[in-house]
């Protein structure tokens, strides 16, 4: 009963996030451009880049590249944190501790914490861990794809 009650908990918050993404990417993204790029361009690129490892990334999750959202992405790797719903609402965490203060952020982080509270100390340590890093939320991924994954990880420690 409780797993499945855990379930549709996340199956609630799975259509919430892809529902207000796609309302967040069309509207409060107006003026950031898609960035022009594939899968199978970003697989071309060394291994050891940041875009080798969103290609890897997007392939393993079935992942497409969110238009005008792909520094999301980007989060992930740099981070190590995985793409599972609970990961996402500590991401968000992890990016408020960063300093980054977007409406979809807060919206994730409410109602993560709202919907899936067991895994609140995971929220918190994610928000303190977000508070360590060099800020990260503001920089264009875009331009980093040809960089070394462990170079750019570094450098926000």
Same mark, same amino acid.
């Given at each position: 009963?409780?797993?499945t ?8 918050? @799975?259509?919430?996030? =892809? ?13 950031r451009?898609?960035?022009?790029? @594939? ?8 291994? *050891?880049?940041?875009g080798? *490892? ?10 497409n ?6 520094n999301? =992405?980007?989060?992930?790797?740099? @981070?190590?944190y995985?793409?599972?719903?609970k =990961? *996402? ?7 408020l +501790? ?13 109602? +993560? @914490?709202?919907?899936?509270? *067991? ?21 264009e ?17």
């Amino acid at each position: 009963m409780q797993s499945t009650f855990k379930y549709i908990r996340i199956q609630i918050l @799975t259509f919430l996030f =892809d529902t207000c993404l796609a309302f967040y990417s069309k509207h409060f993204k107006r003026n950031r451009k898609a960035w022009d790029i @594939t899968k199978n361009e970003l697989i071309r690129f060394p291994k *050891e880049t940041l875009g080798y *490892e969103l290609a890897i990334f997007l392939r393993e999750n079935n992942f497409n590249l969110m238009p005008k959202l792909e520094n999301h =992405d980007c989060f992930h790797i740099i @981070t190590n944190y995985p793409a599972q719903v609970k =990961d *996402e609402i500590a991401l968000q965490y992890l990016c408020l +501790g960063n300093g980054e203060r977007s409406l979809s952020s807060l919206l994730v982080i409410l109602s +993560g @914490t709202i919907l899936l509270p *067991e895994y609140f100390n995971y929220y918190v340590n994610s928000f303190r861990k977000g508070k360590k890093y060099k800020p990260f939320y503001h920089l264009e991924y875009q331009n980093l794809l040809h960089q070394n994954i462990n170079s750019i990880k570094n450098s926000l420690k």
